[in-house]
């Protein structure tokens, strides 16, 4: 028996499904758009746009660069090898740029050098040559003749007064790397080995969905041929956390979506005994279309972590279908409209219910937990409308027969749950739960960091600390931004900053930093050393007894009163400025901006302090802030869940009144309360993850409260598909608890942990008092 | 760059390593593998393009085969410099200071040493290097090989006989430097004082 208007629907429904085909076909048209990019996924700390746009800068070449060492111990083997790589991945096309040695332009040095002769003097320098002009010269004098004193690049001529030699020998060094004067590799020496720096810039960035996973691959070749000749590689870049992050993805995706399928459709096919059953799976396909196009639409892409989690929502779609598919135990013959119409109020409720819970976690600060949301509720959504539209059309002739052993099963539970009841009362039971609870929470502790949004593998962690730790060069990711209404002003706010880094740097709390004033001097200051300079003719007997002539000295002198003071633009432009130029910032809106970078920091509360009574000064410590974000977000996610409860009582208070509504509730938040306490029997951390995943938690087991309050069919009968809709939805949740992702994997447990009290709670729902009566007439 | 060390380099890879490439510089290091220990005077002459006539500087060395190098400068003004496994050191008044590590002076100093313990192969990389003469009299030229070195010298040329007499290093500037050691003798051992030098 089927109305007319069921005739139209599977017809209307599939007109929709074509729409959203044609939909996704055109949002894949240039291929997958997908993002690995972590940085999506966290909540904006609202920086404004110019600690974003410093913020980008010094993430840049993380994202793009990648740093390898190729090491071995014959240093020329090592450079060897470091060529024939840097030549191939330069011809591979996936590379900007790749540096295995340095082209020094000598002649545009000598050019720099010469003219900042006034700026780049280094503090120690220009207060020498102010103070003690007399040593300064004596000084001058003994390098003339110091075997020793190093290459100057500046011949004498054009520098008697070593202006330029001061400069070049008071450039800061950058970690233990050294140049190979031969080769103009750079190399260090750690372990027994030569390690020659290979740096290599991509085209793209981290983020493209292909070039990480290329990147990644063109490093495996490299690293066997290397072995051939017995060379290690270490390698150490974003772009290898993105190749893996995706590779995971990929890999946990396909676990956990095919092992929930897998596990879904034995369920189906053990439980109804006929293979068009496994058309129920058709809703999952359709959600996760729906899911797919809208998370598309909304986002302009899909993150691959909306993927992996939103992979889950294959056990909760099957749900839909699994409402009227388990009335087969009661329904005889089972039909399906009829069935369908008998459970459409609940399969409705459950929607609005599933898509509360769901879109709840739309309003967290967390863009990723959006996307999940957005994914989620369209996936439902299209869920339902297959389950109600299509499904019943393809299962219209099917007679279904089902099992009697899943409803014994569910019957000896119900008897069990009785025979408990009989020697313990529900107030006891609830006395022992509630200290089960107490005794839980209390050894609940509370854990946040963004780290937990990564599952970096041990080896390239590893291998990133044997480059910090041969190399030297460890950056950190916090930064100081400096603001100031001038470059004179700025530089002076570098040096006062530099000042008290200097002062960690000597306590060996500090590796080092790299700021502007290192490289130029304020226009002030420039102007102090050459008006120093002037001075000089009284000191400089000891230059003229060397016999350089006086005429030199004095032209030489001339001419350093008319080079131009050198401005930060001017510096940077030369090829000492080089490391400096991320730097700089430029002019903003109200002044100019730079900022100092680190390097090798072991305790980030220092810095704070370092900052805080110098004017125009900033730390940025984005990780630090996340993670206090993190913890923020606990509580707006504990106040989201209680809201998006009250919303729940408010449409179940529609069919259940307020007393039966807020029962129906009351369930999911002790289940929810009861995985809290397991997770602090366990001993496992309270993430926010573990929170947000407790918020949907409540969200889907309300609707076990409502089928076994609705008892349609008898209990057993609703205990049975209470069971079946919460282990289909575990297979799919509890496999992200295996994730290597914590965050995912923490997600996955509490999920599972919640499901189980759910169902365990659900019975307590209490009998609703049905109108209709249950005996469908027979079709 | 330090063409000094470069060529003190040199020398010391002559003096024990094992040049295997050609007949006549295999003798030639064999020749000069034999000192422990040299003692000598020098007079450096560095020839500056600007000025008329070059600045002069004497002292004396010591070069011990398994300590390093001792470099006294006497006249015009006195200084003392190390050179060892622990990098170039200058004396003041407080003894033996460590001068910074910079990049270009700790990469000669590295490799001085890696000669003085008998690893060629950096020299052959970076020179190409050509023999004449005899063992009384011979002459060795060195010719840079790498871009970054030929930018920054010519040529260094070392003479000698039963010990090294004289290395000239041309530089691409114009400057050059010639480095006479004379009275070079080696019968003497390390005296204490030395040995305290090269201990501290």
Redesign the interface.
């Known amino acids: 028996m089927t109305l007319p208007s069921e005739r139209r629907l599977p017809w209307l429904f599939l007109i929709l499904l074509l729409a959203v085909v044609a939909l996704a076909g055109w949002q894949w048209r240039d291929g997958a758009p997908l993002s690995a990019n972590l940085m999506e996924l966290v909540p904006g700390t609202h920086p404004d746009a110019l600690e974003q746009r410093a913020e980008q800068r010094m993430q840049e070449p993380l994202n793009r660069e990648m740093l390898v060492l190729v090491g071995h111990a014959?240093?020329?083997q090592a450079v060897a090898m470091a060529q024939t790589l840097g030549e191939q991945w330069q011809a591979s096309g996936l590379f900007e740029k790749v540096q295995w040695n340095?082209?020094?332009d000598?002649p545009a040095l000598r050019t720099q050098l010469l003219q900042g002769r006034l700026a780049m003097l280094s503090a120690d320098d220009r207060q020498l040559l102010i103070e003690h002009p007399d040593v300064f010269i004596q000084q001058r004098?003994?390098a003339?003749?110091?075997?020793?004193?190093?290459?100057t690049l500046v011949?004498?001529?054009d520098d008697w007064l070593g202006l330029t030699g001061r400069i070049q020998?008071s450039q800061p060094?950058h970690g233990s790397v050294?140049?190979?004067?031969?080769?103009?590799a750079l190399i260090a020496?750690a372990d027994g080995k030569s390690w020659v720096l290979l740096r290599a810039r991509t085209t793209g960035n981290a983020f493209d969905m292909n070039l990480p996973l290329q990147v990644a691959a063109l490093l495996g070749a490299s690293r066997e041929q290397a072995a051939k000749s017995d060379v290690q590689l270490l390698a150490a870049s974003g772009l290898l956390y993105a190749a893996n992050g995706q590779q995971q993805a990929t890999r946990e995706m396909t676990w956990v979506g095919g092992g929930a399928t897998v596990g879904i459709l034995l369920l189906l096919l053990l439980a109804f005994r006929r293979w068009r059953v496994l058309l129920a799976f058709v809703p999952v396909l359709v959600g996760m279309l729906f899911g797919a196009v809208a998370c598309v639409a909304l986002f302009g892409h899909m993150h691959v972590m909306t993927l992996v989690l939103g992979s889950s929502l294959i056990g909760v779609a099957v749900d839909y279908p699994l409402h009227y598919l388990s009335k087969s135990w009661s329904l005889t013959p089972w039909r399906s409209w009829p069935a369908l119409r008998l459970t459409l109020s609940g399969l409705t409720l459950s929607l609005i219910t599933s898509a509360i819970g769901y879109l709840a976690l739309a309003w967290t600060p967390f863009p990723a937990l959006t996307q999940i949301a957005v994914f989620s509720a369209a996936g439902l959504l299209g869920a339902y409308l297959s389950a109600v539209c299509l499904l019943p059309a393809l299962l219209k002739n099917v007679e279904l027969r089902p099992a009697q052993w899943p409803l014994h099963l569910a019957e000896r539970m119900i008897a069990l749950r009785e025979k408990l009841l009989e020697r313990v009362r529900t107030p006891v039971l609830l006395a022992l739960l509630i200290a089960f609870c107490v005794g839980g929470l209390v050894q609940l502790q509370s854990k946040n960091d963004i780290r937990q949004w990564v599952g970096a593998p041990q080896q390239l962690t590893d291998e990133a600390q044997a480059i910090a730790r041969i190399t030297g060069y460890q950056p950190t990711s916090q930064f100081f931004l400096v603001r100031a209404d001038n470059q004179q002003q700025l530089l002076e706010r570098q040096a006062a900053l530099s000042e008290r880094l200097e002062q960690l740097v000597n306590l060996d709390k500090l590796q080092g930093y790299l700021a502007l004033d290192q490289l130029v001097s304020p226009p002030n200051q420039q102007e102090q050393v050459r008006a120093a300079l002037n001075k000089l003719p009284q000191y400089w007997q000891p230059l003229l007894d060397?016999?350089?002539?006086l005429a030199?000295l004095q032209s030489e002198l001339q001419q350093l009163q008319t080079v131009p003071a050198e401005d930060i633009d001017a510096a940077l432009a030369g090829p000492l400025g080089e490391p400096y130029r991320t730097l700089w910032l430029g002019p903003t809106e109200d002044g100019v901006a730079a900022m100092t970078s680190l390097q090798g920091l072991n305790n980030p509360a220092l810095l704070r302090v370092q900052a805080l009574d110098l004017p125009g000064v900033m730390l940025v410590d984005r990780l630090g802030e996340l993670n206090e974000v993190f913890a923020a977000t606990q509580i707006s996610a504990a106040e989201l869940k209680l809201a998006s409860c009250a919303l729940i009582v408010l449409v179940l208070m529609l069919p259940f009144g307020l007393g039966g509504a807020l029962r129906i509730v009351a369930l999911p938040l002790l289940a929810a309360l009861c995985s809290l306490a397991s997770l602090g029997w366990l001993g496992q951390p309270l993430t926010l993850f573990s929170l947000f995943g407790l918020l949907l938690v409540t969200a889907i087991s309300v609707d076990y409260a409502i089928l076994m309050r609705e008892q349609v069919g008898g209990a057993a009968v609703s205990l049975l598909g209470t069971l079946l809709a919460a282990v289909t939805t575990w297979l799919s949740f509890g496999l992200l608890a295996v994730s290597s992702t914590p965050a995912v994997s923490n997600f996955g447990l509490s999920v599972s942990l919640g499901l189980a009290f759910s169902f365990m709670l659900a019975p307590w729902a209490g009998r609703h008092e049905h109108t209709a009566t249950v005996a469908e007439p027979a079709a | 760059m330090n063409v000094l060390v470069k060529s003190l380099s040199v020398l010391a890879l002559l003096t024990m390593s094992a040049l295997a490439n050609a007949f006549d510089l295999q003798q030639l290091s064999a020749q000069l593998a034999k000192p422990d220990v040299i003692h000598g005077q020098f007079i450096q002459e560095k020839h500056l393009r600007a000025l008329p006539q070059p600045l002069i500087s004497k002292g004396s060395f010591v070069l011990a085969k398994n300590h390093g190098l001792l470099w006294l400068l006497k006249t015009p003004l006195q200084q003392d410099y190390r050179i060892n496994a622990k990098g170039i050191a200058r004396r003041d008044d407080n003894g033996w200071q460590l001068l910074p590590n910079k990049s270009a002076g700790a990469e000669q100093n590295r490799l001085f040493l890696a000669v003085l313990q008998g690893d060629s192969s950096g020299l052959q990389r970076d020179f190409e290097l050509a023999l004449s003469g005899d063992a009384q009299q011979w002459k060795l030229t060195l010719t840079p090989r790498s871009l970054l070195l030929k930018q920054v010298f010519n040529q260094i040329n070392i003479d000698g006989g039963a010990l090294v007499q004289t290395i000239e290093l041309l530089e691409t500037q114009g400057d050059s430097t010639v480095l006479r050691m004379q009275d070079s003798n080696a019968s003497q051992p390390l005296s204490d004082a030395e040995q305290h030098d090269f201990a501290e």
Do not use: C, E, M, T
């Open positions: 014959d240093r020329q340095l082209q020094a000598l004098v003994q003339l003749f110091d075997p020793f004193n190093g290459f011949p004498s001529q020998n060094q050294q140049l190979d004067i031969g080769s103009g020496d060397l016999g350089v002539p030199a």
